[in-house]
């Protein structure tokens, strides 16, 4: 009898040690940073040469099979058609991709010298703001003296 004691004992501990596992999980996702807003400006990143092929592909796929409505039989159907192209016909959709990719890298540059004025100014608004403080400080002292 006295090891059926033990078993009891055993079990209450598990399930109080299963709960406080529990507990502290909870607690984790509880302590996660909130994500940053997206900016609505900053422009799409290109898609890859598969998916230029995607939307090619699509197209043809949907006039061949007008009655299918699943997206993934489309999805697989060009994922399989993808595998089995040579690189030579791949070409043409790595070459529009990167053409993308070029026109993607010029849109940023601009989008990132916007932001980094964006910042300057910002900076420039709040170093202004203490050099006045600063300077009313200062005439404060030199008429009380």
């Known amino acids: 009898m006295k090891g059926g004691g033990k078993a009891k004992a055993e079990t209450t501990t598990r399930k109080a040690a299963n709960k406080l596992a ?8 509880a ?4 994500k940053q807003a997206k900016d ?3 422009p799409k990143r290109p898609p890859s040469a598969f998916f230029v092929f995607m939307e090619e592909f699509r197209q043809t796929y949907k006039e061949e099979h007008p009655n299918n409505k699943s997206v993934a039989v489309v999805g697989k159907a060009g994922g ?11 070409a043409p959709y790595v070459e529009k991709a990167d053409k993308r990719k070029i026109e993607y890298n010029k849109k940023m540059d601009v989008y990132n ?6 910042s300057d100014a910002a900076e420039e608004e709040d170093e202004s703001d203490k ?12 008429g009380e003296v």
Do not use: I, L, R
């Open 22 to 29: 529990v507990k502290k999980t909870a607690g984790k996702g």
């Open 31 to 34: 302590a996660k940073k909130e």
């Open 40 to 42: 609505p400006n900053k």
């Open 80 to 90: 399989n058609e993808w595998k089995s192209m040579s690189d030579k016909d791949k």
């Open 113 to 118: 010298k916007k932001q980094a004025g964006q």
């Open 131 to 142: 050099s006045k403080s600063e300077v009313n400080d200062d005439e404060d002292d030199s």
